[in-house]
């Protein structure tokens, strides 16, 4: 029969299993059943006393039933289990975290969507974090997997940046992942248009209600507006 552990105990870590068996045994085969019904063969030992070392964080925190399935000469076997064995390890794995837009490596400009996922095996993401050259910029609380974060690359140098995302599951453990883009902007339109009267002559006398004819044009683009003004006054 299985000695430790025994049933109702609840487990972490590494178990040392060990048993007490008869002189015909000749190996014995550990199995863990899930709640499934389902059998994962943790190892076999071939030397009284029959035991093994097994690691409980290679299985999900839950409920299992130990099986011992004890051999003799003839290959005949029977079986001993421990019930409602209970695995509780502490989450020590950090979440994944996966930016899937833009493609790493890729030139942007203007605003821009970086777009990921945070996941995490034992809970869930909680929030993540935006970082730009290793310097913080922003937050986001998760409910979802995905996320999505704004960036004006404007407020930054046409050169290649380093984004980092990290995320952090209910246990405050901490993933993250680097990525690199290249912002390149166009520079700042600084230059004003010009606007040119045309008729009437500067100077003139005139009378009544008079046209004002003129141009405007700009460097950069389109002029957008014009404001006539008449003694400081629009």
Known sequence: QITSPTTNQTVQGTVNITTTTNQYVTKVEFYLKNSLGQDTLLGTDTTSPFGLSWNTTNHTNGTYTLIGRAFNSQNQSV???????????????PPVVTITSPANNATVNGTINLQGTATDDSTRVTKVELFIDDKFVS????????????????????????????????????????????????????????????????????????????????????????????????
């Open 79 to 93: 079986d001993y289990s421990v019930a409602n064995l209970q695995i509780n390890n502490p989450d020590t794995k």
């Open 139 to 234: 937050s986001l609380t998760l409910m979802l997997p995905s996320f999505t974060f704004q960036i004006d690359t404007t407020k930054y140098s046409n050169a290649k940046h380093k984004i980092t995302v990290k995320g952090y599951d209910v246990a405050n453990n901490i993933g993250s992942t680097d990525w690199f883009l290249t912002f390149n902007n166009p520079p700042p339109d600084t230059k004003p248009p010009v606007v040119t009267i045309t008729s009437p002559a500067n100077n003139s006398t005139q009378t009544g209600t008079i046209n004002l004819q003129g141009t405007s044009s700009d460097d950069s683009g389109t002029v957008t507006k014009l404001e006539l003004y008449i003694d400081g006054l629009i």
